[in-house]
């Protein structure tokens, strides 16, 4: 498995809050977590699931992006989107993972791949990490994570859920 992710702040936020950011490992080689994204997630309480657990199991993932590159800089986005997006536009090679749909514009204009927490867990069920993907999307709904009903199922009908 060659696969080498780049993860933003709210897959890990709401993979941590349903116990399954141990996707991210067991589906790919490689996993960065830039400092942009560090920084968002270290602003939540210090009992939140996602800081919790950047300050300890995460912090072999953490890299640093010094500064965001103009071309990405030029789309407007967050912070961790722009240190995705520029850790990937400086190291070809990489995946974005992340959910904000201007940022998955913003990649897709600049040929970078780019894959949601929707697609992680798709790809979970694909490779039997997970024997089904609807209980995990009904948990990430419970805790936040925002999806319209016609999406969920659409994706649901391509791991045939």
Not at 96 to 110: G, V
Request: proline share 5%; hydrophobic share 45%.
């Amino acid at each position: 498995m060659t696969r080498q992710w780049v993860v933003n702040a709210s897959p890990l936020i709401v993979l941590t809050k349903v116990n399954q950011v141990h996707l991210l490992f067991e589906l790919c080689s490689e996993v960065v977590i830039p400092s942009g994204v560090v920084r968002e997630i270290c602003i939540a309480p210090d009992n939140d699931p996602a800081k919790l657990w950047i300050l300890n199991e995460g912090t072999n993932y953490i890299r640093d992006v010094e500064q965001v590159d103009p071309v990405i800089a030029a789309w407007g986005l967050g912070l961790g989107e722009s240190h995705v997006l520029t850790y990937i536009y400086i190291n070809p090679g990489y995946e974005a993972i992340l959910d904000d749909r201007a940022a998955k514009t913003a990649a897709l204009a600049l040929g970078i791949p780019v894959r949601g927490t929707l697609g992680v867990i798709l790809l979970a069920k694909q490779e039997g990490k997970v024997e089904a993907a609807r209980p995990i999307f009904e948990q990430l709904i419970q805790v936040g994570f925002r999806v319209s009903t016609q999406v969920l199922e659409s994706a649901l009908r391509l791991v045939g859920e």
